[in-house]
Nanobody, 127 residues
Framework: QVQLVESGGGLVQAGGSLRLSCDAS????????MGWFRQAPGKEREFLSCIARGGVVTNYADAVKGRFTITRDNAKNTVYLQMNNLKPEDTAVYYC????????????????????WGQGTQVTVSS
């Protein structure tokens, strides 16, 4: 049974930082590209970032480029999202997701491409 469990969310002031973690189990982690998405109330789920299974190639949405950094540790089956210079508009539930792929350098930006999802962690940024 595949499980993705996010942690690290919370309340932070604007300009602050948080690091989200997503622990994966029940899958061969190194065979999956990993993504982060978020969903704010009344809005659609939004792609933030993806890291290829090889851990080298990454992809970011314009809204977070230069502020967020995605990394992964295949030995720990964990993907991280370091979020700096947070803004009130970053307030949302943050989800990690896993996409099985044969290609070590492929990234994926559409939620429909991902087969597994975590339950989400709330991030609230106060002004």
């Amino acid at each position: 049974q595949v499980q993705l469990v996010e942690s690290g969310g919370g309340l932070v002031q604007a300009g602050g930082s948080l690091r989200l973690s997503c622990d994966a189990s029940g899958l061969t982690f190194s065979r999956y590209a990993m993504g982060w998405f978020r969903q704010a109330p009344g809005k659609e789920r939004e792609f933030l970032s993806c890291i290829a299974r090889g851990g080298v190639v990454t992809n970011y949405a314009d809204a977070v480029k230069g502020r967020f950094t995605i990394t992964r540790d295949n030995a720990k089956n964990t993907v991280y999202l370091q979020m700096n210079n947070l803004k009130p508009e970053d307030t949302a539930v943050y989800y990690c997701a896993a996409k099985s792929t044969l290609f070590s350098d492929s990234t994926f930006t559409t939620s429909a491409q991902y087969g597994y999802w975590g339950q989400g962690t709330q991030v609230t940024v106060s002004s």
